[in-house]
């Protein structure tokens, strides 16, 4: 898919989104362009006639001929407006437009709302927005609406090929933020498609091969790891979790590094990779087994993410580093009542063999230790625990430096993406507490994202370290209204525009 700016009388779309608010009596130029080739008649139809009660998200189709269709899009009233209700509209207004005559080119007239007063500085943030922060929700959000993955249908609807940002005054800021809003959409249409790719084709071999491709297209420095060498480096937490598979794991860190090779910042931002999650010994239920071809989510964003960080050239060094094996069932599996002993030395009591993810996560932890980076960011399908307690619309967010969660959890809201602290208490290592190990891998029921945090802590020397859990949000069974049912890509853009503000 391809993204164009134009002028108002230069667009070459099939179809044209315009927006309307209730009670705003001035309309934009597009719409007074696209009502004059209608000779008046979109005016009467939406106005006179009554045809649309104006509401929220309601759509009125519109064909001023056979080359050209118009979709206005109703945003209710502005002072209710915010960024991710507009993105909302933005994701339904793509798909109703792709379908309206299957058109092969999209375009979004630019607006801003400015209403909320700057003295609520704190809400105003969350609701006003510039034409260049319209840019990029669009250029995010439209992609994630006409997002589909149809490899294996038989019966393909046409793609949309381009949209185009309508406008009569693109500035070099609509410009730029266009841009990370376009990187966002193609790491998170990249993450969702390796997500949704079948697990007997997607093995840690698969991934690594993958990284590899990325290393070479964007010139990132690539290390892959075999298990021998992953062994050599005494990451016996991770090996375990792997070692009921016979598809060998791969240990892959990527680096980025921008051209002047004098970063702002150092990051190790660390993906959570298991391909394929049968829960071990501890086997999962039928049910909760059919979509964790999934609970790669954190390695398929990190490698996306790295792609969009090389793309905007930014002024930071990144490490895409994943932990990458499948936890399955067989004679070789690790059992419960085993003693690992991670990179760090630190032993773990095997209480429950479906905690995977953290065991391997503490290794890739203890090896990001090992880079001499300025802070720590881990994403993982973690704790079902997250899921009680947050639901599927919003990421739990943990960590160790409120300065750097504050600042994320604000980009993530203006990224249109919901998050929640956690809590990680010293009280809770009694939860883990082993008689015969430094701790278990697991602390029953209770608090169970921030006993997972409180765990994951121990493998980690940063001082500005932080864990997004996102087991509720990275593949959903219903719609959220902006994305459809399957894999969301959650978090890629709040991580990408809070690497781009460094």
């Known amino acids: 898919m391809r993204f164009l700016t134009s002028k108002i009388k230069e667009n070459k779309s099939n179809v044209i989104v315009t927006f309307l608010f209730d009670g705003d009596n001035q309309r934009s130029s597009l719409f007074n362009y696209l009502n004059e080739l209608s000779n008046n ?211 892959v860190h990527l680096t980025y590094k921008p051209k002047n090779n004098e970063p702002k910042r150092k990051i190790a931002l660390i993906g959570k990779g298991i391909t394929f999650d049968a829960g071990g010994m501890n086997i999962k239920p039928a049910t909760s087994m059919l979509t964790m071809k999934s609970d790669m989510s954190g390695a398929a964003s990190v490698l996306g993410i790295i792609q969009a960080v090389s793309k905007l050239e930014l002024d930071i060094e990144l490490h895409a580093i994943s932990a990458l094996c499948e936890n399955m069932t067989s004679g070789c599996a690790y059992k419960q009542g085993d003693i690992l002993t991670a990179m760090n030395g630190k032993t773990i009591e095997i209480d429950n063999t479906d905690a995977e993810g953290r065991l391997t996560l503490a290794d890739a932890l203890c090896y990001a230790d090992t880079l001499g980076v300025d802070e720590v960011i881990d994403i993982a399908t973690l704790t079902g625990a997250v899921i009680v307690s947050l639901g599927h619309n919003i990421t739990g967010v943990l960590g160790n430096n409120q300065k750097q969660i504050d600042k994320f959890r604000e980009i993530s809201k203006l990224s249109c993406e919901n998050t929640w602290q956690m809590p990680i208490l010293e009280e809770l290592k009694d939860n883990l507490k082993s008689e015969i190990a430094d701790f278990k891998n697991t602390g029953g029921r209770n608090a169970g994202t921030s006993t997972a945090g409180w765990f994951l802590s121990n493998f980690t020397k940063s001082k500005s370290w932080m864990h997004l859990d996102i087991a509720g949000t990275a593949y959903i069974d219903k719609s959220n209204r902006e994305t459809l049912s399957g894999p969301t890509g959650v978090m890629i853009r709040s991580l990408i525009n809070y690497f781009a503000s460094i």
């Open 41 to 251: 008649e979109l005016y009467r139809q939406i106005f006179e006639y009554s045809t649309v009660k104006n509401s929220y998200n309601e759509t009125f189709k519109y064909s001023i001929n056979k080359d050209l269709k118009v979709l206005v899009v109703f945003l209710g009233k502005k002072e209710e407006l915010s960024r991710k209700k507009f993105a909302i509209a933005v994701a339904n207004a793509s798909r109703i437009a792709k379908n309206f005559t299957n058109n092969k080119t999209i375009g979004f007239e630019l607006i801003e709302n400015f209403l909320k007063s700057e003295s609520d500085e704190e809400e105003s943030k969350f609701f006003n927005f510039s034409k260049a922060d319209c840019a990029n929700i669009i250029t995010t959000s439209a992609r994630i609406g006409l997002y589909e993955f149809n490899k294996y249908l038989s019966n393909k609807k046409p793609n949309v090929e381009v949209l185009e940002l309508i406008d009569d005054n693109i500035t070099p800021d609509i410009d730029s933020k266009a841009q990370v809003g376009v990187y966002s959409s193609f790491a998170m249409k990249f993450a969702k498609d390796l997500i949704n790719e079948q697990a007997q084709i997607v093995t840690p071999c698969y991934v690594a091969s993958k990284a590899l491709e990325i290393a070479k297209e964007h010139k990132l420095e690539a290390k892959i790891l075999n298990k021998t060498q992953i062994k050599e480096l005494n990451m016996n937490a991770f090996l375990a979790v792997s070692q009921g598979s016979p598809n060998e794991p791969r240990f």
